[in-house]
């Protein structure tokens, strides 16, 4: 057996905090009534189609490139502004906000403000499933903007903003600007899709 002096180390104190954050993200979520998994009684690995109700609701879906792109973002920021922090911390705190970010998304004021201002008339907020992969799709990100080469890390940005662009008219940019200062011409543009 384990002794627990082994498995709760200094150098692993940010990786239980990482977890830590994750399961209590999830039990929040949980808490102010997100719905475990997607009220259609299944759970699908992909989920492809955006304009449906089982948008955001199972383990992936388009918009899982935009948290893998949260991810490689937090790390070059927290790279910056943090350089002396160790990897396991500045991930422990990348996981903070990206958590932060879910709850914040499925709280009703977005949610609405999502519904009213998108096309995402169907968006209902994510179910626990969805945020908890959308978290851990944010930590593989980190680890890949840790591990690649800069020019990697942008390339991937570039690519899939490029290929959720294309193939669904929405990414991680038109999120933002569509939930930020929303533009009819953008919003009349993705739903002629």
């Not at 304009?51 to 935009?66: F, G, K, L, N």
């Not at 350089?83 to 396991?88: E, N, T, V, W």
Request: proline share 4%; with cysteine.
């Amino acid at each position: 057996m384990i002794s627990p002096r082994i498995m709760f180390t200094r150098r692993s104190a940010p990786y239980w905090a990482t977890f830590l954050v994750i399961v209590l993200a999830a039990l929040w979520l949980l808490w102010i009534g997100r719905e475990p998994i997607c009220t259609c009684g299944s759970v699908k690995l992909w989920h492809g189609e955006t304009m449906s109700s089982e948008s955001s609701q199972h383990i992936a879906d388009w918009y899982t490139p935009s948290h893998v792109i949260h991810g490689l973002v937090f790390y070059a920021a927290l790279w910056l502004v943090a350089p002396r922090l160790s990897f396991g911390w500045r991930l422990a705190i990348a996981t903070l906000v990206e958590s932060a970010w879910e709850i914040v998304e499925n709280s009703d004021a977005i949610i609405e403000r999502y519904r009213a201002v998108t096309i995402s008339l169907d968006y209902y907020g994510d179910s626990v499933l969805n945020s908890v992969s959308d978290i851990l799709a944010m930590v593989l990100g980190f680890v890949l903007a840790a591990r690649l080469p800069v020019w990697a890390s942008v390339a991937i940005v570039i690519g899939f903003e490029a290929l959720t662009t294309w193939l669904i008219r929405d990414g991680l940019a038109l999120n933002v600007l569509m939930l930020l200062w929303p533009l009819e011409a953008v919003r009349g543009w993705q739903a002629a899709l």
